[in-house]
Structures are given as C-alpha cells and as structure tokens.
C-alpha cells in the first residue's frame, strides 16, 4: 500500500461569479463562495463520504478535486503529484485514473448507444485493450457490476434504473480508474435498488481495490458505506473522521443535529431532535464566525465573530466549533 493518500486536497476554495440584486434592486456581481478552504484526504482502498444540506458545496468540492471545475486556491494532489501546475499529461492522467457517477444514470449514458457499444467507445479512446480483446472486456465489466453479458445489446431505455446505474458504473469501470467521485448516485433509486448498489460498491472497493468519494444526503447508507465521513456546512468541512466515531461522538452541533435527523437512528442513542432550525444563510452573504451560529442551539458571543473556527481535534477525528469537549459530549448525551 502506498503510503500517501490517493487524493489530498489543502485548503482548496471555489467560487462563482454571480450576479444578483443588490441594495436598491441594482443588479450587482458578487462572489459566490460554494467552498471555502477544503482540505481532505482520501486514502487509497478506502470509501470517503462527503455529506450536509442541499447547498452546501459537496458536488462542487467533488468536481473540483477532480480538477472538473476550477479553484481558486488551494492544492490538490493526486497519488504524490501536486496538480497547482499541472501539464496537459498530467490532467489527461488525473482523467485516465478517476471518474464520476451521477444520481441519474440515464443521462450520462447516451440513449442511442447500446451498453456494448458505449463500454466499448471508452475501452477504444482511452486504448484499454485490444481491438479482439473489447468484447470479451465489456462482457467482463457488465458481469462485474452484476448484469450479463447478455445486456450489451440492450439500450439504456429498456433498463430499470437499478439496472442502468450498473451500467453507468460499468462504463466508468472501463478506463480501471484508481477512484470514482459517487454524487448521490443512489438517491433517485427505490430503498431496495439503493442496496443492491451500496453491496455493488462494496463488493468493488474489496475486489478490485476501487477508492470512493461517496457524496450522499443519506446518512443511514454513509454509515453502511464509508470508512471515514465528511460534513460539510456553506462550503466548510465541520467534521471530518473515522465513520463510526462521527455517529457515535458527533463532535460538532451541525453533524449531531443530521445524525439525530436520520428517521431509524438507534434507539439507544438520546439526541436532542430540534437541534437543527431554519435555513442556512446565503452563500453570497455567509456570517462572521462559525456560520452555522445562526441556527446553533449552542452559540455564544465567542462564535458569532471573527473567522470560521478552524478544525481541531486528535488529527484522526477533527471538529470546527468551538464547544469545549465536556460540552461537546452533551450533544449525543443531552440529558447528562
Ligand atoms: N455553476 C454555478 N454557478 C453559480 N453558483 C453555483 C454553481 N454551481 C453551484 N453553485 C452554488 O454553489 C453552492 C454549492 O452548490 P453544490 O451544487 O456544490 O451543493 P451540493 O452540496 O452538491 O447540493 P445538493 O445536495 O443540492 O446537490 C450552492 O449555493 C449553489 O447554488
Ligand atoms: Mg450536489
């Protein structure tokens, strides 16, 4: 094993450039920060859940690690290569070696294109295998992600969407990327589907030692999925660590509050569950301080100035709040 993470990135930021109304109704241009000042690892073999509210950044920091849409600080580095400078070969690596899978499957397949002769486009541009070597390799890949053969006639239409996101992971497959950028890829899919391809995942990360950036609202599959999980709150990571020490000890008010959202949480556990109330603020307007103050239960004069508090923690577990550790505590045992 490589003794380096796969995918680092170091304070990376993102923003776009909006227009909006402003004080009087002038249109103005403004900044809108989706991510600001990310950093994250994610080690080889292993699955990364990225989560928070709709808003919060996680598509865009995906995107952006993968250098799919531009920063505008920071650093990423894929498997030891820092990627600031980064030269035509270099990005067309980056592009060998990762991919992504989107929620809906049917749009990133192309519905003319049967499941062989799409799987078989991406063998033949990226110069996977031999031209006789292409259809035993797609027969290969649609087995792996647990359809036959037998589909590669088919067309993305005459799929179910179980069915079809097997296919979009198949086609991703087929370049033998090191990791896969997962942006709710199983959200629109029915409970039981959503399973089916939470085991395909797994199933994959063992076999072919896949690496995973899971972004997902679903924190129940996060938990069954990930080794390590990454909350992120108007574009900051709140909390970031081993998965079962982030449901089990939340350290930060925001993860505590999605944790006691989940509907099957443990019976056991006593989170308080109106932890969480109102909206975010505007990502063009965000607080001085920690900017989940707002809606904080637990806020105080100290966090509703200055910078956003930075993470802390034991460099396993980290946390960004202010909230001493005996406080902390009270989020998942409120009645202590
Ligand atoms: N191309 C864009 N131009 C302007 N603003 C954008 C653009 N893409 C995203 N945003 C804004 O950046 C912020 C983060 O968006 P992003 O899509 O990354 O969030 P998300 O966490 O993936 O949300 P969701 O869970 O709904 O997918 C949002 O405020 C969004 O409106
Ligand atoms: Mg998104």
Redesign the pocket.
């Known amino acids: 094993m490589s003794s380096h993470p796969l995918l680092e990135v170091e304070r990376l930021s993102v923003s ?1 450039p ?1 227009t909006g109304p402003g004080l009087k109704g002038l249109f103005l241009k403004q900044k ?1 920060h ?2 600001n000042a990310v950093s994250l690892q994610v080690e080889p073999g292993s699955v990364v859940g990225l989560v ?10 995906g995107r952006a690690m993968l250098k799919l849409e531009p920063s505008c600080a920071g650093s990423i580095t894929f498997d030891g290569l820092q990627l600031d400078n980064a030269t035509q070969s270099d990005i067309a690596r980056l592009r060998q070696q990762t991919a992504m899978i989107f929620q809906d499957p049917y749009s990133s397949l192309n519905p003319r294109q049967t499941l062989g002769e799409a799987i078989a486009e991406v063998l033949k541009v990226h110069r996977k295998c031999s031209a006789e070597k292409r259809a035993s390799r797609v027969d290969e890949l649609l087995t792996l992600t647990g359809l036959s053969g037998d589909y590669k006639s088919r067309y993305p239409k005459q799929l179910s969407g179980g069915q079809c996101q097997r296919a979009a992971i198949a086609r991703a497959l087929a370049i033998e990327p090191r990791l896969i950028v997962a ?2 890829c199983v959200a629109a899919l029915d409970v039981s589907i959503q399973a089916q391809i939470v085991n395909l995942l797994l199933e994959l990360q063992r076999k072919i030692n896949l690496t995973l950036l899971f ?1 997902a ?1 679903d924190l129940s599959i996060v938990r069954r999925l990930c080794d390590r999980v990454a909350v ?1 709150y108007l ?1 900051r990571i709140v909390e970031e660590g081993p998965t079962e020490s982030v449901f089990s000890h939340p350290r930060h008010p925001y993860t505590a509050a999605l944790i006691s959202a989940i509907p099957d949480i443990d019976p056991e556990r006593r989170l308080p569950d109106t932890l969480l109330r109102g909206e975010p603020p505007s ?1 063009l307007d965000l607080p001085d301080g920690c900017a989940f103050h707002t809606r904080c239960c637990f806020a105080r004069e100290a966090c509703r100035k200055g910078e956003a508090p930075e993470l802390r923690g034991d460099g396993n577990h980290q946390y960004a709040c202010l909230l001493e550790a005996g406080e902390a505590e009270r989020l998942t045992d409120p009645m202590r």
Do not use: Q, R
């Not at 928070?52 to 920091?61: A, H, I, N, V, W």
């Open positions: 776009f909006v809108l989706a991510v928070g509210e709709s808003g919060s950044g996680k598509s865009t920091l942006d709710e972004i609202h992120m574009g990502p």
